[in-house]
């Protein structure tokens, strides 16, 4: 699975990422001040799982419809580096047959796919 983190959700959580040897964009290290839309399609050109806490994405594609391969939106209410790579664990080790060219969100309690009718727990 790759990755592309955006630059909102942070280096931290790109090296963890990195650590579990995923493959991994990181716009914070290598590309920051990149725009979303560049950020898309870089992220769909190299069939790439955008992780960011950006609502924009959301807007793109959902709204104007623009194609992607996977999106992680973060809707935390702990911002910390510590919680976000604590939920994208869980995520992964709960749901990664699942996200591959879906809208996913995640809070500290749920998990809702695009294209499922229900939410899923995380506890």
Not at 15 to 39: H, Q
Request: net charge positive; with cysteine.
């Amino acid at each position: 699975m790759k990755f592309l983190v955006d630059e909102c959700t942070g280096p931290k959580v790109a090296k963890w990422l990195e650590s579990m040897n995923y493959d991994v964009f990181s716009v914070f290290d290598k590309a920051r001040g990149l725009d979303d839309r560049t950020i898309l399609q870089k992220a769909y050109d190299e069939s790439r799982i955008i992780i960011t806490n950006d609502k924009d994405f959301g807007e793109m594609v959902f709204r104007r419809k623009i194609a992607h391969k996977g999106i992680i939106l973060l809707r935390l209410e702990d911002e910390r580096s510590s919680n976000k790579i604590k939920m994208i664990n869980e995520l992964l080790n709960k749901y990664s047959s699942y996200i591959v060219n879906k809208f996913v969100v995640v809070t500290e309690n749920t998990v809702r796919i695009s294209g499922e009718s229900k939410k899923r727990n995380m506890t």
